[in-house]
């Protein structure tokens, strides 16, 4: 295995460069435009760029994804803050769904880590920039993006995302 669908946000320091180093890193096959989202869950902080990226690599598992993606944020100097949650931050990277290399989707339900992504389905942010660069993009267990996008909720929270175009070219 395995294919895996990333969200990345930012919303502290340089948000483009801590994007691009975690580009950088993770190697994807395809990457989104730049969103700037307001912020979701915590309404008290900064607005937030995001991007949607789809990385494969047959050598690495889920967990393996998993420690590279808390490489990236401890690389772009990510302190947690267990007192705040959804709270601002440098870097996230969340592992959105996987996918065995025989396009089996892996699912998997421990705290260190929950496949598909527990709270992707509420998140225009997340599924915005994947539906841009994935047409027939959907969530084991959940469907197709662009249907989820249907919901008059999350279709409202879908007007708010400003496209900022790649990553090169945002300021
Ligand atoms: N699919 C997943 N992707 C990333 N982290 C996950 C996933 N499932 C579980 N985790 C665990 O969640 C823990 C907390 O992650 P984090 O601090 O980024 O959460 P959060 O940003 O507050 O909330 P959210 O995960 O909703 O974005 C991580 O240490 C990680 O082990
Ligand atoms: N717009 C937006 N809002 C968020 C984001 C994010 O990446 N984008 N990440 C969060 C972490 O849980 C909480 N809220």
Redesign the pocket.
């Known amino acids: 295995m395995t294919t895996v669908v990333l969200s990345l946000g930012a919303n502290l320091g340089d948000r483009r460069a801590a994007l691009t180093a975690a580009v950088a890193s993770l190697k994807p096959v395809k990457v989104s435009d730049v969103y700037e989202t307001p912020p979701w869950g915590d309404d008290d902080q900064p607005t937030y760029y995001n991007i949607a990226m789809i990385a494969h690599d047959p050598d690495r598992t889920a967990t393996d994804w998993?420690e590279l993606?808390?490489d990236c944020e401890r690389a772009a100097g990510r302190v947690?803050d267990p007192a705040r949650?959804?709270g601002p931050r440098v870097l996230?990277?969340?592992?959105?769904a996987a996918w065995q290399e025989s396009g089996e989707p892996i699912f998997c339900g421990s705290?260190?880590?929950?496949?598909p992504?527990p709270?992707a389905h509420h998140r225009a942010f997340v599924l915005v920039p994947w539906l841009s660069i994935d047409p027939e993009a959907a969530i084991p267990g959940r469907g197709r993006v662009r249907d989820l996008l249907r919901d008059p909720n999350l279709a409202a929270d879908a007007r708010t995302l400003r496209r900022l175009g790649g990553l090169e070219y945002v300021g």
């Open positions: 998993l993606a808390n947690r949650r959804f996230d990277v969340d592992i959105i705290e260190k880590l929950t496949l992504h709270r």
